[in-house]
């Protein structure tokens, strides 16, 4: 099948490459993604091993929802998780975690790669005129993506901000 669709996108987060790494794996095994409302995961076991399958629904600002089967062909934890994808989007796609350090600590880049043909007979039939809306789509739920894991970070977590005396929730009091 050919790749009709190839999208990357960069994200640059301002946590360690662990940190950020931490916080993908555990969205994509516990079910829950709070930062990123378009995508919904069903819980996976921890951590990801080549072969799991993680199964996801991703609502398209359109209304439309993709479903897909990612079976993971590579996890190199803290640096690369890649899988193939089936479902209602056949090919593959890659998260790649890069350190970029400097004076203003540590950061990391995410560079999300996919490569995909589309599966729905409607989509394909509709391809050759609703491709600039299916690539806006793509860079909405990404761009909301980024936007969602920027502020989980600037929220922080307990242990993060333990003893931060701007912090003026305690220790384990529920963020809204």
């Given at each position: 099948m050919?790749?009709e ?7 640059l987060?301002?946590v360690?490459v ?8 555990r969205?994509?095994?516990t079910?829950v ?21 993680v199964r996801?629904q991703?609502r398209?600002p359109w209304g439309?929802r993709l479903?897909?089967?990612?079976t993971?062909?590579?996890a190199?934890?803290p ?5 193939a994808?089936?479902g ?11 350190p970029e350090?400097?004076a203003?600590g ?22 050759p005129?609703?491709?600039?809306a ?5 860079a909405i ?18 242990v993060r ?7 003026r ?6 963020r809204?």
């Amino acid at each position: 099948m050919s790749r009709e669709y190839a999208f990357t996108s960069h994200w640059l987060v301002p946590v360690s490459v662990e940190e950020c790494w931490r916080l993908c794996e555990r969205s994509l095994t516990t079910g829950v993604v709070a930062w990123w409302p378009a995508v919904r995961v069903e819980p996976q076991p921890h951590p990801l091993t080549p072969g799991d399958v993680v199964r996801l629904q991703v609502r398209s600002p359109w209304g439309y929802r993709l479903r897909v089967a990612l079976t993971i062909t590579a996890a190199t934890p803290p640096r690369l998780l890649a899988a193939a994808s089936t479902g209602d989007l056949a090919g593959r796609g890659s998260l790649r975690l890069t350190p970029e350090g400097g004076a203003a600590g540590a950061r990391t880049r995410l560079t999300w790669v996919w490569e995909v043909a589309l599966v729905r007979r409607w989509m394909r039939v509709a391809s050759p005129v609703l491709r600039p809306a299916f690539a806006a789509a793509h860079a909405i739920v990404m761009r909301r993506g980024e936007r969602g894991l920027l502020a989980e970070i600037a929220r922080g977590s307990d242990v993060r901000n333990a003893g931060n005396p701007g912090d003026r929730e305690s220790p384990g009091t529920p963020r809204g």
